[in-house]
């Protein structure tokens, strides 16, 4: 009955708006162009700032008659613009008013709107565009869709204040990816930003600057060009250093600091200065992280100094003496208090601060990643109790962002020996990492990917053969997860991690261990990660191979009951027509794929070498395709191939057996002497030795 009610109070109120509302909706029908813009000014007053109100009337149908108005001829420029002004305030309404509104195309209107000549129409449809992007991400697409709309805005920008600013707050919301980025900047979009940051209006100046710096994050092409590019009588850099001076208002000192930022960063750094960046970029960035700062510019100051410094040891202790900053980090984990004095200012300091706790952790955890990803000194100065209590109570955080920047952090932390011996162990770290990793992956979640790419690079460290985490994590079932992200097919970076954690975790491991780990990965996830097309992970699954297989005394018990697949392995990666691509951080240099990753798997064959007479029997004597690519792989010319080759041939020969020489004449016969004299000419240092030693063992013939 209740529920009945409700639902009759509900339609009567329905009908009651409807019969309060229908008569100005209904004016915008009538033949009578006055009556219709007595409608339309009627509406527009009752909309503005009033939510209510604006889903009232596109309930009411208002949409479909303001949508027809602006794109009909009968219609004049002053009820066009009215409609335009309207559907921009409608726009500002909850996210399910746009929803609605482009669902009626209101988005192909107001392009539509851009190309009249006249500049209020023009203004009112860049406003309500501005106002549509601005509300929801996944608008941010509309305005790419045709590159005819983008060179209208960009042809534009020039006619009004009003225009310059919506346009650059337009590109800077709605450019998501290096598509967007390569598209505006093939448009031309930097010669027409460069005149704006020199603009005499501060808010042009800051929308400029915001465009600039997405424009420049993480696309080198661009960041070059800004790095050339000029305003009527100077540099655009020299016009960003200019703007990081203390005289400027706070707000275009940070945006400048978060563009040459952005320079810094990418391949085109050699033409900063760096002179600029160590005595003001980077005190610029230390200063907005300051508590008395506003919380905006301590968000963006600690996120953008973090990627500043994240890769450079020097900024990073540079920064670590920099106007206090461990003390200016340490604040962020103070709640805001209310202002007693009855002062405004800090009363909305106060409210602009309230429900944002989570945002200054996740800012405050990645300045410290990044502060500490180093130096252990460094570490040593500035991880206490205190930070590691915040670290492990935000990986119980609500947000999944606080608990990916914990992990983060908590990574550069476990870098260090003393802390991951002393310190995490104290806190009891595994118990709340453990509590992330055992979590089921949601399928289609960027953040629960992201989350557990974090979690496995921490576990990497926490599983370290010296780390007192080790045995606890291993006892909660973590083996059975790790061989789920080996499966992953959706991240390379978490089946990265996972692997790296079996490799770490079977070094210098007990037997029963390693025998865990060879029964996880069996036969088809084995050989799943040895055809891979990564690189890291083909190298570093050899890499667990060969840990496995290290310890002499365990390598016929590890051979007896995984031998085949240990084999077939290893003819898998140094037969394979398709060698797997290296990551961009791999230091190859120019050797070639194929050899690096042959010469991982010659390491795993001389562990089984060195095995006893019966395991060397069963999988190596007999089989003459291999010993023939070891003579292949030791005319190679390439140095550790060569070496790797080398070593194993050695390793099969140098003991006084029966096997022995019956594998030396098979050498011989297969022209390893022949290749052995050769190297014993060019080779040098400690290649020259084993080159000698085992051509030694060629020449010795038994009576």
């Not at 790095?227 to 706070?250: F, I, Y």
């Not at 557990?452 to 990497?460: E, R, T």
């Not at 050989?527 to 699954?541: E, W």
């Amino acid at each position: 009955q209740d529920c009945f009610r409700k639902l009759i109070a509900h339609l009567t109120f329905s009908k009651e708006v409807s019969a309060m509302y229908q008569p100005y909706v209904e004016k915008l029908y009538n033949d009578n162009g006055k009556v219709v813009v007595e409608g339309l000014t009627q509406i527009k007053n009752l909309v503005i700032g009033n939510n209510k109100q604006k889903s009232n009337f596109i309930v009411l149908g208002a949409v479909p008659r303001l949508v027809y108005l602006i794109q009909h001829e009968s219609s004049d420029i002053s009820t066009k613009t009215h409609c335009a002004v309207i559907l921009g305030s409608l726009a500002k309404g909850m996210e399910a008013n746009v929803k609605s509104l482009l669902d009626y195309g209101v988005m192909d209107v107001m392009f539509y709107g851009l190309q009249q000549p006249d500049i209020k129409l023009y203004e009112a449809c860049l406003r309500c565009i501005r106002t549509i992007v601005t509300s929801s991400r996944a608008t941010s697409d509309l305005i790419f869709v045709d590159p005819s709309v983008v060179s209208i805005l960009l042809d534009s920008i020039n006619r009004s204040t009003c225009s310059q600013e919506c346009t650059c707050e337009i590109l800077s919301c709605c450019c998501m990816t290096k598509h967007h980025q390569d598209l505006l900047y093939n448009l031309g979009v930097l010669a027409q930003l460069a005149e704006l940051l020199v603009s005499n209006i501060l808010r042009v100046q800051l929308k400029a600057l915001h465009t600039f710096s997405v424009l420049c994050y993480c696309n080198d092409n661009v960041c070059d060009a800004v790095l050339k590019a000029r305003t009527k009588d100077r540099s655009v850099v020299s016009v960003l250093e200019e703007m990081l001076s203390r005289g400027q208002p706070v707000q275009i000192q940070l945006l400048s600091a978060k563009c040459m930022t952005y320079l810094y960063r990418s391949g085109a750094a050699h033409c900063l200065d760096k002179e600029v960046v160590y005595k003001k970029v980077l005190p610029c960035l230390v200063r907005m992280c300051d508590a008395s700062s506003d919380i905006e510019e301590r968000l963006v100051g600690a996120r953008t100094l973090a990627y500043l410094i994240e890769n450079e040891p020097k900024l990073q202790r540079h920064a670590l003496i920099c106007e206090q900053f461990p003390k200016k980090l340490e604040a962020y984990f103070r709640h805001p208090t209310a202002a007693d004095t009855g002062n405004m200012a800090d009363i909305r300091r106060f409210k602009n601060e309230l429900g944002r706790g989570n945002e200054l952790l996740e800012s405050v955890f990645l300045a410290y990643a990044a502060l500490l990803s180093n130096d252990e000194d460094m570490r040593k100065i500035v991880c206490n109790e205190s930070l590691l209590q915040h670290l492990v109570q935000a990986m119980d955080n609500s947000s999944a962002n606080v608990r990916i920047a914990a992990l983060i952090c908590l990574l550069s932390l476990s870098r260090s020996v003393q802390i991951l011996r002393t310190t995490f162990e104290d806190t009891e770290v595994w118990k709340a990492v453990l509590k992330i990793a055992h979590k089921p992956l949601v399928p289609n979640d960027p953040s629960s990917m992201k989350e557990m790419v974090a979690v496995s690079g921490l576990l990497c460290n926490l599983l370290l053969e010296f780390s007192p985490c080790k045995t606890k994590i291993l006892s909660a079932n973590i083996l059975q997860t790790i061989k789920n992200w080996c499966e992953s097919e959706t991240s390379p970076n978490l089946r990265r991690n996972a692997v790296w954690c079996l490799c770490n975790l079977t070094f210098q491991a007990e037997l029963k261990l390693k025998l865990d780990v060879m029964t996880l990965l069996g036969h088809d996830v084995m050989f799943n990660l040895l055809t891979s097309t990564d690189y890291d992970v083909v190298t570093k699954t050899l890499g667990i191979l060969n840990n496995v297989l290290t310890n002499n005394e365990h390598t016929d018990t590890v051979m007896a009951l995984h031998g085949d697949t240990v084999m077939q392995a290893c003819v898998v990666v140094m037969e394979t027509t398709s060698p797997p691509l290296p990551a961009t951080w791999a230091t190859l240099g120019e050797r070639d794929v194929s050899s690096a990753v042959a010469t991982h798997a010659l390491c795993v064959l001389n562990c089984v070498a060195a095995g006893d007479t019966g395991t060397v029997r069963k999988y190596m004597h007999e089989n003459e395709d291999l010993l023939r690519k070891l003579v292949e792989f030791a005319g190679r010319a390439d140095e550790e191939l060569q070496t790797a080759a080398v070593a194993c041939m050695y390793t099969l020969c140098e003991s006084e057996t029966a096997d022995s020489a019956i594998r030396k004449e098979k050498f011989r016969a297969l022209g390893a002497q022949d290749v052995l004299l050769k190297l014993s000419i060019s080779a040098s240092g400690p290649m020259a030795e084993r080159v000698k030693s085992t051509l030694q063992l060629f020449q010795h013939k038994p009576n």
